[in-house]
């Protein structure tokens, strides 16, 4: 579009950040900050990063509208620039009621930058303490608004029945040496696509990322949950540190993850910044404009309301901050093909300016919900908080959004464990949880809203659920007293050496009943790397600063226990197979609930056996049937079902493999009226293939 002629010397406010306008040969700056008085934008050379070869104060009266400042620099004065950056000024600190944080010598970066460049000299002292930081502060690149990337015919995605998420780490994935991956593309994007057939063998529809956006790399956060930047990847994750490589080998991993029919979805940390508490860094956002962009304490000892655990909270009732967030949702969704989004600690943003709770309607929602660049993308919840403001279900404001159901979690592993009196929690949570996510007419929530998960990433591994009764987070530097208190059991033998063959076997059954009942329930199924092979963190439950092999995946495991890694491939098959296991809406009618040997299902304090029979009719589908058996001794199941089906075994959890899930070609007959279920193991029996009557419907 053709603007007025005085936009050629003026700029424009939108859009923040930098463009490249080629008609023009001249960059747009844009950024908001608005309570500044006084900014310059930096520009410097590739060789010379302390003094900048061009500078430019903006004037109020002509660079500025409303919040934004704004200016347009042709190719011709900014000369053979690389970076950019901006030095701002405003009203000192605590004079007026607003708590400002200003300081005109900090070398600052652009929010909105796209990708940032860390000198050789950078060093977060220097954004930390008084003075300034010229030359080793981080910076912005100009050549990324001008990077050339071809999608070809990519096709985006979004899974139904099928969605199995699996939660990964793109350093962790392939950073040891036994991944198989080449060198220099071990723990990078490039390395994930290298184990594309692998994920493709396994069976998942989706890879939720742990955080990708630009972190500070002194930081020593390995889990990358400090972001310093909402839209540039993190450099250390590409093979070349060059701008556009950056963005490309992102988007090739997309590209390549999409064209083998897997969803890719971000974990994204919008609650909070790597510049902490007041002893933090001013790298960006509190040099911009702290009072915007923060909530404030009335704490005068601790300044920044601390919702997030760790330091500082972003003002999302801020419309800049807001803006900023909604900005980068689109930028992921529309420039990098992101097919969705998991937002850490959700519920802040029903906090409002002073921290207070407001759930009647908080405006980022509805931003987020009625923008229609994301009316398509997935979008995730981990609805609570740092402090202690807990969501999940239907009193989270993002309606239609699918949550990280932390019950599930909790339920899964205490019966698993051992634990009696749980038989009716675990009904709800199998049938989707519909205690969380009513289906009413008022509510209308759909069972796949809730993300069934044993284990993530903020807790122990599913093996180390079982081989653990404590935590062992030393290493991590804060006497053991970080990470969860979980439901584990460690099977009878702490830790993972030198372990009984008779401790082994059981740890196979449990983390396959863990799969069991995760495939088996309502819902979108979701489990981190390498549980599928047993990796374990040798007990750290909290290693977010463990940039090594405790938490790189040790794929000898894979090789070493293939048993649970064919059970989950077959397992995830199962579940696709049958749509009934993740449909759309709650089972009702096509679900009836038993006892062991009594029809009536055993709802007391020491019972730990549960059966139910699946209806297939609904969704020309196999009946099956499944018992549970919690607890340490076998149990005899009469088969209740109420129908002439005659079955097949096909799991049993408690057998060696390949016999302990078997392909539909080799699923065993069962012409019996009762089952021995052995101790601490889950089967599953499905209607035979074979012709059945013809008041069902025939399944050949």
Avoid at 65 to 85: K, L, M, N, Q, T
Avoid at 484 to 495: A, R, T, V
Avoid at 602 to 618: E, F, I, K, P, W
Avoid at 667 to 675: A, Q
Wanted: proline share 6%; glycine share 6%; aromatic share 12%.
């Amino acid at each position: 579009m053709r603007g007025p002629e005085w936009e050629t010397s003026e700029g424009t406010p939108s859009p923040l950040g930098v463009t490249w306008l080629e008609s023009e040969q001249a960059y747009n700056f844009a950024i908001d900050t608005v309570n500044a008085s006084k900014v310059t934008l930096l520009l410097y050379l590739g060789n010379e990063l302390r003094v900048p070869c061009y500078s430019l104060q903006l004037d109020p009266f002509k660079n500025k509208s409303g919040p934004v400042w704004h200016c347009r620099v042709p190719i011709s004065e900014a000369g053979d620039a690389v970076y950019y950056a901006y030095q701002i000024d405003g009203p000192a600190a605590k004079v007026t009621d607003t708590w400002h944080a200003f300081d005109p010598e900090k070398v600052l970066l652009d929010p909105y930058a796209r990708s940032v460049f860390f000198p050789a000299k950078f060093k977060r002292d220097a954004a930390r303490l008084p003075g300034p930081n010229g030359g080793s502060a981080p910076l912005g690149r100009l050549d990324v608004c001008r990077c050339p990337f071809d999608w070809g015919n990519e096709q985006r995605l979004r899974h139904g029945t099928d969605l199995v998420i699996y939660e990964m780490h793109v350093r962790g994935f392939t950073q040891h040496p036994s991944s198989g991956i080449t060198d220099d593309a071990r723990g990078t994007f490039a390395g994930v696509i290298e184990k594309i057939p692998y994920l493709k063998e396994l069976g998942i529809t989706a890879i939720e990322l742990m955080p990708v956006f630009q972190f500070d790399p002194s930081d020593e956060n390995y889990w990358g949950y400090m972001p310093l930047n909402f839209f540039s990847p993190h450099h250390e994750y590409s093979t070349n540190q060059s701008s556009c490589e950056q963005h490309s080998q992102f988007r090739e991993m997309v590209r390549e993850l999409h064209k083998a029919g897997i969803e890719v979805i971000l974990d994204v940390v919008y609650n909070h910044t790597c510049e902490g508490d007041d002893q933090g860094p001013t790298y960006s956002y509190r040099g911009i404009d702290n009072a915007t962009y923060y909530i404030a304490s009335a704490n005068l000892k601790s300044p920044y309301a601390n919702f997030s655990g760790t330091g500082n909270t972003l003002n999302t009732s801020s419309p800049t901050v807001r803006r900023l967030i909604v900005d980068s949702l689109r930028y992921w969704a529309k420039e990098m093909h992101v097919d969705g989004f998991r937002f850490d600690l959700a519920s802040v943003f029903s906090r409002t300016s002073d921290g207070s709770i407001d759930l009647s309607q908080p405006p980022l929602f509805d931003q987020i919900a009625g923008d229609p660049d994301l009316a398509n993308v997935r979008l995730i919840a981990e609805p609570w908080d740092a402090s202690g403001l807990y969501q999940l279900g239907a009193s989270f404001p993002g309606r239609t959004w699918m949550q990280w159901n932390a019950r599930f979690r909790d339920t899964a592993q205490q019966f698993i464990r051992g634990d009696c009196g749980l038989v009716p929690d675990l009904m709800t949570r199998l049938y989707g949880s519909s205690d969380l996510f009513p289906d009413d007419t008022v509510h209308a929530f759909r069972p796949f809203q809730s993300v069934n998960y044993v284990a993530s990433h903020d807790g122990f591994t599913m093996y180390d659920l079982v081989s653990y009764n404590h935590k062992h987070n030393h290493v991590n530097s804060q006497n053991n007293h970080d990470g969860p208190n979980e439901f584990s059991w460690n099977s009878g033998w702490e830790g993972v050496e030198q372990v009984p063959q008779e401790v082994v076997n059981l740890r196979k059954r449990q983390t396959k009943n863990f799969c069991c009942l995760l495939m088996l329930a309502n819902g979108s199924p979701m489990f981190r790397m390498g549980d599928e092979f047993m990796q374990t963190q040798s007990g750290n439950n909290n290693p977010y600063n463990q940039d090594n092999e405790i938490s790189w995946l040790d794929w000898r495991r894979f090789e070493e226990n293939q048993e649970v890694f064919c059970f989950f491939k077959r397992m995830i098959a199962f579940r696709k197979s049958h749509s009934l296991l993740g449909h759309s809406t709650f089972w009702r009618d096509d679900i009836q609930w038993f006892g062991a040997e009594q029809p009536e299902v055993n709802m007391s304090a020491d019972s730990q056996v549960l059966a139910y029979c699946l209806r297939g009719t609904s969704t020309n589908d196999r009946d099956l049937y499944v018992m549970i058996n919690g607890s340490t001794k076998p149990r005899l199941f009469s088969i209740h079902a109420e129908t002439e089906s005659v079955w097949n075994r096909v799991i049993d959890t408690s057998l060696p493999s390949p016999i302990d899930i078997v392909d539909p070609e080799a699923e065993i007959p069962f012409e019996k009226d009762s089952y021995r279920v052995n101790q601490r193991s889950i089967v599953v029996l499905a209607q035979s293939t074979v012709a059945i009557s013809s008041n069902s419907v025939q399944i050949l």
